[in-house]
């Protein structure tokens, strides 16, 4: 078995594990780099022979650090298969154009304020490459034996996000498992992660290898936040993830105002086309979700859906006190720029950052305590409070990841910790170390290993 990381084996994100086994060649995962802009140039060199020449990719989930890339490969012209789970097959349909459909807008709007640093500003990709990568989707029920020459792949449910799997490689009696992103186990939306299969090899993400979650109560305090902020006249923006993170946090609005512990006619606007049908798509899976199905037809009750570009800057100018969910989650593009313009120089709002921000980010500098931040090519004075709210985070913490790989039966030969920031993968390969007494180490970027 070989294995080449060719991403996320030094950062957070761009997912994309090559695994050469059987006379079979897989990609796992084909994700987008995020965050700091040495890293998001990466994901503008053109694919190489190591990508182009896999035979299948197969999907963890949905989120564009595990599946953006797919359209710059079939752009690239790679017209092989992509297996993922049904409902990561309809979510990746939802985020995939929308990627696309940001990549041409932020094109645009460089070439006509000028402000790219290129003679003409180019999308990475467009929305036809994406409806070409959305075409070689192939649903892969979770626990299905799918056969590959002589190689099998099978998914298992790790919660993290509607359709999450992990995925394990079979050859033989010789196995791989990618964990994907792992789940926690007292997640708001979804079940906690099933066991973690046989592994001779592990490859084992460490969002939060180095930290445990707080032990706050999240629905408290956004509840906290929401009234202390419109009792001054101000309005709360929720940068979020339009799928997972926007129905965790419509789950909660919904309960506090059930609970009379925010106003029952308070404005909840939810501004993002994407998070709209992500929103559609959790109601048509349910069953996959922890929720009781009432609160899941409920999530949008009441709550204002903001469509089209002219709706969303409308309540931009709107000085009436709200809250408002926009897309996207770490500030790096999307309708939320154009509220955070608005927002951030004043004090009466409040900004809060619900979930894990990646280094580099906007909105990792904002919860660091930026005083200004750099919009649309022009810089914004932040004089609006900034929270963070880690406990809406869908990744499991070091403790949870500890306690998953710990039911495994017999320790991998090798286990790899990948998609983690570099302090946060060392610390968890030190923990499971030292906790498991497994072989473990921490790939580099761009490193081949045969095990």
């Known amino acids: 078995m070989q294995l080449h990381f060719l991403g996320a084996a ?3 994100t761009g997912s994309r594990h090559r695994v050469d086994i059987g006379g079979q060649s897989l990609l796992l995962d084909c994700g987008l780099y995020q965050g700091f802009k040495v890293l998001r140039e990466r994901n503008w060199a053109p694919p190489g022979p190591e990508l182009l020449g896999v035979d299948a990719i197969v999907l963890s989930h949905a989120h564009l650090d595990h599946s953006g890339f797919l359209p710059a490969m079939a752009k690239a012209g ?8 049904p409902a990561t097959c309809a979510l990746a349909e939802v985020l995939l154009l929308d990627s696309a459909h940001l990549q041409e807008e932020d094109a645009r709007r460089a070439n006509r304020y000028g402000y ?19 075409a070689q989707l192939v649903p892969l029920a979770p626990g299905r034996v799918l056969p590959l020459g002589p190689v099998t792949v099978q998914l298992h449910p790790v919660g993290h996000l509607l359709g999450a799997c992990a995925v394990q490689v079979r050859h033989g009696d010789d196995s791989l498992v990618f964990s994907g992103d792992v789940g926690r186990s007292n997640d708001l939306l979804m079940p906690p992660p099933a066991p973690l299969p046989e592994a001779g090899v592990l490859l084992v993400e460490s969002t939060y290898g180095n930290r445990l979650h707080p032990p706050e109560d999240v629905m408290e305090r956004l509840g906290a936040i929401v009234r202390d902020t419109i009792g001054r006249g101000g309005s709360v923006l929720l940068p979020t993830f339009a799928v997972g993170r926007a129905q965790a946090l419509l789950l909660v609005l919904q309960r506090l105002r059930r609970r009379g512990l925010i106003p029952e006619d308070l404005p909840i606007f939810l501004d993002s086309p994407m998070a709209v049908a992500a929103t559609t798509l959790y109601r ?12 899941v037809r409920a999530l949008v009750d009441g709550v204002r ?6 709706q969303s800057m409308r309540l931009v100018r709107s000085r009436y006190p709200s809250v408002i969910l926009s897309a996207s989650g770490m500030a790096t593009g999307g309708r939320v720029l154009h509220h955070l313009k608005v927002m951030a120089p004043e004090p009466r709002h409040h900004i809060v950052f619900p979930g894990f921000q990646v280094s580099g980010s906007r909105g990792a500098k904002l919860v660091a305590g930026a005083t200004e931040v750099k919009i649309h090519g022009a810089y914004v004075p932040v004089r609006a409070q900034v929270s963070h709210l880690e406990g809406f985070s869908g990744h499991a913490d070091a403790g949870e990841l500890l306690a998953w790989l710990g039911g495994q039966a017999q320790a991998p030969r090798q286990t790899f910790v990948v998609h983690g920031e570099p302090e946060a993968a060392d610390a968890l390969r030190s923990r499971i170390a030292d906790t498991l007494h497994w072989r473990v180490r921490v790939p580099e970027h761009g490193e081949r290993v045969t095990v």
Not at 78 to 85: C, D, E, H, L
Not at 121 to 130: H, I
């Open 284 to 295: 048509k899976h349910g069953a996959l979700l922890r929720v009781k199905p009432a609160e």
């Open 116 to 134: 790219s640093r290129h003679a003409k500003a180019l999308p990475l990709y467009t929305k036809a490459d994406a409806r070409r990568a959305l």
């Open 305 to 310: 859906m903001v469509e089209t570009p002219q």
């Open 10 to 12: 030094d950062s957070v």
């Open 78 to 85: 790679w017209r092989g298969r992509v297996y993922a789970s």
